[in-house]
């Protein structure tokens, strides 16, 4: 870990042009192990790996679950993040499902903040473009070699200084002869094998020039749930922000949150099924939602042999301005989703 005094933007790299995934060795992150019922205190750890028994828990059956988020350097020189709490809630939901120990909101909150002041060099300056991004995650840690919830628990926040994800519109395809998550199944938790599953399916379909798939409900492909990495939304027609209801759906803390901005300028919300061939046609803007990519706007939807245009996203470039520009202090924050860090 640096020893000098740390100051937003320390680390003096060309912020302008980082992108999402851009590999940065930053000054250490923390980690916490849950063990014999209890949480430890944390540590920082400076090296970049992490030392565990060859029969972890996770290699074996995949006891993982992680989130994202992002911090930034505000206009008045505050360093905040953006609505961890809403992280906190849902990772927790994971947590319960796949049989791993919760955490405090207060212990959630501690680790981002630890991490982040401890990486104040990375955090890119207001006006960059560019944020920190946190990845809290958590795998089970103990060694055994029989199916079941392991002994030991392992939770790590790392840090990477990021841009934009994609750097315009971008199109999709229906992705037809795989399944991104079975009903009843864990599509609404945002575990690591969900996210496995799409490995092949995109790689194949970036090689025909889609750097985004989008999947259809698992037992009849013909409602719309979800993007590699990201949640769906539309602005119809008649001017409604609409997106999937589906328990094979990650409740995306970045769709919500729009959904709150929607309402705010006037549009009519709806979380429902979406019957992607009946309702296609309808569909004015397409955007892919999430914290890593905030809102990519999606310029065309291919199904077969069959291509849907959209237009230019006129209202989801305002959503994205305005969300913004709450997150980097240029706008109020009327929803208290920002939390002072530094």
Excluded at 242 to 256: C, F, G, R
Excluded at 257 to 284: C, H, Q, T, W
């Amino acid at each position: 870990m640096s020893k000098k005094e740390q100051t937003v933007g320390g680390a003096a790299l060309d912020w302008g042009k980082l992108v999402f995934g851009t590999r940065v060795d930053t000054h250490c992150y923390i980690k916490h192990v849950w063990k014999d019922g209890a949480w430890d205190e944390g540590e920082m750890v400076e090296e970049p790996y992490v030392k565990m028994h060859v029969l972890a828990n996770v290699f074996h059956y995949g006891q993982a679950i992680f989130e994202g988020q992002k911090v930034f350097h505000c206009k008045d020189g505050k360093v905040r993040i953006f609505n961890d709490k809403m992280n906190h809630i849902r990772m927790s939901r994971g947590a319960e499902r796949m049989g791993m120990p919760t955490m405090s909101l207060e212990m959630f909150q501690s680790a981002l903040t630890r991490v982040t002041l401890a990486n104040l060099d990375f955090v890119p300056p207001y006006g960059s473009g560019a944020s920190l991004y946190l990845r809290p995650f958590m795998v089970g840690s103990g060694p055994q070699l029989g199916l079941g919830a392991s002994s030991e628990f392992t939770f790590i926040v790392v840090v990477a200084p990021v841009g934009p994800y994609y750097g315009s519109a971008v199109p999709a395809i229906v992705v037809e002869d795989y399944d991104r998550a079975a009903p009843n199944g864990v599509g609404q938790v945002k575990c690591a094998g969900n996210y496995a599953a799409d490995i092949v399916p995109a790689a194949r379909a970036k090689k025909q020039g889609f750097p985004v798939c989008l999947y259809l409900d698992a037992k009849e492909h013909r409602y719309v749930e979800e993007f590699s990495t990201s949640n769906f939304v539309a602005i119809t027609k008649s001017g409604v922000y609409l997106t999937p209801d589906s328990v094979s759906v990650l409740d995306s803390v970045t769709n919500a949150s729009l959904e709150k901005l929607a309402v705010d300028m006037g549009l009519k919300v709806e979380r429902r099924k979406i019957d992607f061939d009946a309702e296609v046609d309808s569909f004015k803007e397409v955007g892919a939602v999430g914290t890593g990519v905030v809102i990519t706007v999606i310029e065309s939807i291919t199904r077969d042999s069959k291509v849907y245009k959209f237009e230019q996203s006129e209202v989801l470039q305002n959503m994205y301005n305005k969300l913004r520009a709450i997150q980097t202090g240029d706008e109020a924050d009327v929803h208290g989703w920002m939390r002072d860090i530094a």
